[in-house]
Protein backbone atom coordinates (compact mmCIF):
# COMPACT_ATOMS: atom_id res chain seq x y z
CA UNK A 1 0.00 0.00 0.00
CA UNK A 2 1.27 3.29 -0.99
CA UNK A 3 2.56 5.29 2.48
CA UNK A 4 0.67 8.60 1.14
CA UNK A 5 -1.01 10.48 -1.56
CA UNK A 6 2.73 11.31 -3.42
CA UNK A 7 3.89 7.50 -3.77
CA UNK A 8 0.34 7.20 -5.65
CA UNK A 9 0.66 10.35 -7.83
CA UNK A 10 3.60 9.12 -8.79
CA UNK A 11 2.62 6.07 -10.11
CA UNK A 12 -0.02 7.51 -11.74
CA UNK A 13 1.32 10.73 -12.97
CA UNK A 14 5.10 10.51 -12.43
CA UNK A 15 5.21 13.76 -10.39
CA UNK A 16 7.27 14.00 -7.12
CA UNK A 17 7.29 11.99 -4.56
CA UNK A 18 7.34 13.53 -0.62
CA UNK A 19 5.91 16.82 -1.96
CA UNK A 20 2.79 18.31 -0.86
CA UNK A 21 0.41 16.03 -1.31
CA UNK A 22 2.75 13.84 1.21
CA UNK A 23 0.17 15.17 4.43
CA UNK A 24 -2.43 13.02 3.47
CA UNK A 25 -1.54 9.40 4.70
CA UNK A 26 -3.29 6.34 3.02
CA UNK A 27 -4.66 5.00 6.05
CA UNK A 28 -6.07 8.74 6.78
CA UNK A 29 -7.63 8.83 3.53
CA UNK A 30 -9.17 5.62 3.57
CA UNK A 31 -10.50 6.22 7.21
CA UNK A 32 -11.96 9.72 5.91
CA UNK A 33 -13.63 7.44 2.89
CA UNK A 34 -14.88 5.11 5.46
CA UNK A 35 -16.92 8.15 7.25
CA UNK A 36 -18.05 9.69 4.29
CA UNK A 37 -19.52 6.13 3.22
CA UNK A 38 -20.82 5.44 6.65
CA UNK A 39 -22.67 8.91 6.88
CA UNK A 40 -24.51 8.18 3.30
CA UNK A 41 -25.58 4.60 4.11
CA UNK A 42 -26.92 5.92 7.87
CA UNK A 43 -28.90 8.68 6.65
CA UNK A 44 -30.11 6.23 3.24
CA UNK A 45 -31.27 3.71 6.04
CA UNK A 46 -32.58 6.37 8.76
CA UNK A 47 -35.04 7.99 5.47
CA UNK A 48 -35.90 4.09 4.48
CA UNK A 49 -36.97 3.58 8.18
CA UNK A 50 -38.58 6.14 8.98
CA UNK A 51 -41.04 6.19 5.18
CA UNK A 52 -41.52 2.14 6.52
CA UNK A 53 -42.91 3.56 10.23
CA UNK A 54 -40.53 1.62 11.83
CA UNK A 55 -38.60 4.99 13.62
CA UNK A 56 -40.39 7.85 14.02
CA UNK A 57 -39.40 11.96 14.07
CA UNK A 58 -37.61 13.44 16.97
CA UNK A 59 -39.68 15.74 19.23
CA UNK A 60 -37.93 18.48 20.61
CA UNK A 61 -39.96 20.38 22.81
CA UNK A 62 -39.12 24.04 24.36
CA UNK A 63 -36.33 24.41 21.57
CA UNK A 64 -35.03 27.67 23.32
CA UNK A 65 -34.52 25.81 26.52
CA UNK A 66 -32.36 23.27 23.81
CA UNK A 67 -29.74 25.80 22.57
CA UNK A 68 -27.57 27.19 25.25
CA UNK A 69 -25.53 30.36 24.06
CA UNK A 70 -23.30 29.58 26.61
CA UNK A 71 -22.30 25.68 25.58
CA UNK A 72 -22.34 26.54 21.84
CA UNK A 73 -20.07 29.69 22.22
CA UNK A 74 -18.01 27.60 24.44
CA UNK A 75 -17.91 24.76 21.75
CA UNK A 76 -16.88 26.71 18.97
CA UNK A 77 -14.63 29.05 20.98
CA UNK A 78 -12.74 25.68 21.40
CA UNK A 79 -12.96 24.62 18.08
CA UNK A 80 -11.30 27.68 17.03
CA UNK A 81 -8.72 27.76 19.24
CA UNK A 82 -7.79 24.81 18.53
CA UNK A 83 -7.41 25.51 14.65
CA UNK A 84 -5.58 29.06 15.84
CA UNK A 85 -3.95 27.08 17.93
CA UNK A 86 -2.31 24.70 15.22
CA UNK A 87 -2.51 26.04 11.47
CA UNK A 88 -0.26 28.90 12.20
CA UNK A 89 2.68 26.01 14.29
CA UNK A 90 1.71 23.86 11.03
CA UNK A 91 2.58 26.19 8.32
CA UNK A 92 5.60 27.43 10.37
CA UNK A 93 6.97 23.68 10.38
CA UNK A 94 5.36 22.18 7.57
CA UNK A 95 8.45 19.70 6.59
CA UNK A 96 8.04 18.19 10.13
CA UNK A 97 4.34 17.99 9.41
CA UNK A 98 4.85 16.20 5.80
CA UNK A 99 6.83 13.45 7.55
CA UNK A 100 4.31 13.14 10.38
CA UNK A 101 0.69 15.30 10.53
CA UNK A 102 -0.84 13.24 13.55
CA UNK A 103 2.96 13.52 15.61
CA UNK A 104 2.74 17.52 15.12
CA UNK A 105 -1.22 17.57 15.46
CA UNK A 106 -1.42 15.83 18.82
CA UNK A 107 1.12 17.63 20.57
CA UNK A 108 1.08 20.67 22.79
CA UNK A 109 2.93 22.64 20.72
CA UNK A 110 1.26 25.50 18.75
CA UNK A 111 0.55 29.28 18.30
CA UNK A 112 -1.35 30.68 21.50
CA UNK A 113 -2.17 33.98 20.53
CA UNK A 114 -4.05 33.28 16.72
CA UNK A 115 -5.89 30.32 18.71
CA UNK A 116 -6.87 32.80 21.53
CA UNK A 117 -8.16 35.56 19.58
CA UNK A 118 -9.72 32.95 16.78
CA UNK A 119 -11.25 31.23 19.78
CA UNK A 120 -12.44 34.72 21.07
CA UNK A 121 -13.72 35.79 17.95
CA UNK A 122 -16.15 32.51 17.23
CA UNK A 123 -17.24 32.41 20.60
CA UNK A 124 -18.47 35.82 20.78
CA UNK A 125 -19.71 35.54 17.22
CA UNK A 126 -22.10 32.47 18.13
CA UNK A 127 -22.84 33.74 21.51
CA UNK A 128 -24.63 36.91 20.17
CA UNK A 129 -26.23 34.87 17.11
CA UNK A 130 -28.05 32.74 19.21
CA UNK A 131 -28.88 35.59 21.82
CA UNK A 132 -30.66 37.30 18.73
CA UNK A 133 -33.01 34.60 17.52
CA UNK A 134 -36.40 35.52 17.62
CA UNK A 135 -37.79 33.37 20.90
CA UNK A 136 -39.66 30.26 20.28
CA UNK A 137 -43.02 30.39 22.57
CA UNK A 138 -43.01 27.73 25.42
CA UNK A 139 -44.79 25.04 24.83
CA UNK A 140 -43.43 24.81 21.20
CA UNK A 141 -42.54 21.52 19.64
CA UNK A 142 -39.92 21.24 16.76
CA UNK A 143 -39.63 18.13 14.50
CA UNK A 144 -36.80 17.06 13.63
CA UNK A 145 -36.35 13.84 11.15
CA UNK A 146 -34.00 10.84 12.47
CA UNK A 147 -31.67 10.84 9.28
CA UNK A 148 -30.80 14.81 9.86
CA UNK A 149 -28.75 13.17 13.02
CA UNK A 150 -26.95 11.15 10.41
CA UNK A 151 -24.08 13.65 10.69
CA UNK A 152 -24.20 13.65 14.26
CA UNK A 153 -24.10 9.79 14.79
CA UNK A 154 -20.94 9.82 12.52
CA UNK A 155 -19.33 12.46 14.37
CA UNK A 156 -19.79 10.62 17.73
CA UNK A 157 -18.28 7.53 16.13
CA UNK A 158 -15.12 8.97 14.76
CA UNK A 159 -14.43 10.76 17.97
CA UNK A 160 -14.89 8.42 19.88
CA UNK A 161 -13.45 5.09 17.79
CA UNK A 162 -10.50 7.32 17.54
CA UNK A 163 -10.27 8.08 21.11
CA UNK A 164 -11.03 4.11 22.20
CA UNK A 165 -8.71 2.36 20.07
CA UNK A 166 -6.05 4.96 21.68
CA UNK A 167 -6.70 4.33 25.03
CA UNK A 168 -7.13 0.90 24.36
CA UNK A 169 -3.35 1.24 22.92
CA UNK A 170 -2.53 2.95 26.06
CA UNK A 171 -3.62 0.29 28.30
CA UNK A 172 -1.94 -2.67 26.52
CA UNK A 173 1.56 -0.51 26.45
CA UNK A 174 1.21 0.86 30.38
CA UNK A 175 4.83 1.10 30.62
CA UNK A 176 5.48 3.41 27.61
CA UNK A 177 2.65 5.65 28.98
CA UNK A 178 4.36 6.02 32.38
CA UNK A 179 7.56 6.61 30.70
CA UNK A 180 5.92 9.56 28.97
CA UNK A 181 2.20 10.30 30.09
CA UNK A 182 2.03 13.63 27.42
CA UNK A 183 4.19 11.97 24.88
CA UNK A 184 1.53 8.78 24.76
CA UNK A 185 -1.59 10.98 25.49
CA UNK A 186 -0.32 13.32 22.38
CA UNK A 187 0.72 10.29 20.16
CA UNK A 188 -0.59 10.49 16.86
CA UNK A 189 0.48 6.84 16.38
CA UNK A 190 -0.80 3.40 18.15
CA UNK A 191 -4.60 2.66 17.68
CA UNK A 192 -6.16 -0.91 19.03
CA UNK A 193 -9.45 -1.18 16.69
CA UNK A 194 -11.25 -2.97 19.30
CA UNK A 195 -11.44 0.10 21.71
CA UNK A 196 -12.57 1.91 19.00
CA UNK A 197 -15.48 -0.09 17.93
CA UNK A 198 -16.24 -0.81 21.61
CA UNK A 199 -16.52 2.83 22.99
CA UNK A 200 -18.05 3.86 19.67
CA UNK A 201 -20.71 1.28 19.95
CA UNK A 202 -21.59 2.22 23.60
CA UNK A 203 -21.55 5.83 22.41
CA UNK A 204 -23.61 5.80 19.73
CA UNK A 205 -26.71 3.69 21.10
CA UNK A 206 -26.54 6.06 23.96
CA UNK A 207 -26.88 8.94 21.05
CA UNK A 208 -29.21 6.96 19.67
CA UNK A 209 -31.51 6.18 22.68
CA UNK A 210 -31.30 9.73 23.63
CA UNK A 211 -32.77 11.29 20.36
CA UNK A 212 -35.38 8.17 20.66
CA UNK A 213 -34.17 5.76 17.89
CA UNK A 214 -34.19 1.86 19.35
CA UNK A 215 -30.25 0.41 19.03
CA UNK A 216 -31.41 -2.18 17.15
CA UNK A 217 -32.22 -0.09 14.20
CA UNK A 218 -28.48 0.94 14.36
CA UNK A 219 -27.51 -2.69 14.58
Request: aromatic share 12%.
Given at each position: ?Y?????F??D?F??D??????I???F??F?????????????KE????EE????Q?II?????????????SL?N?LI?????F???????????FK???A????TS???Y???????VL???Y?Y???K????????T?LY????????T????A????????RL???LEN??S????????????S????YG????????????????????????
Open positions: MPDLSYFHLGTVDNWTSFKTGVLALTFISAYHIIKLIRKEGLIKIENPNESVSAWKEIGGFFFGKIPYIYQNFEAADPSQIFDGNLTGSLLGLAVYFSINQPPVPKGKEHPYQKAGIILIAFTGILGSLSILDFFEDPMGQLLSGGLTIGLILAAICVALYARKIGIKVAHMA
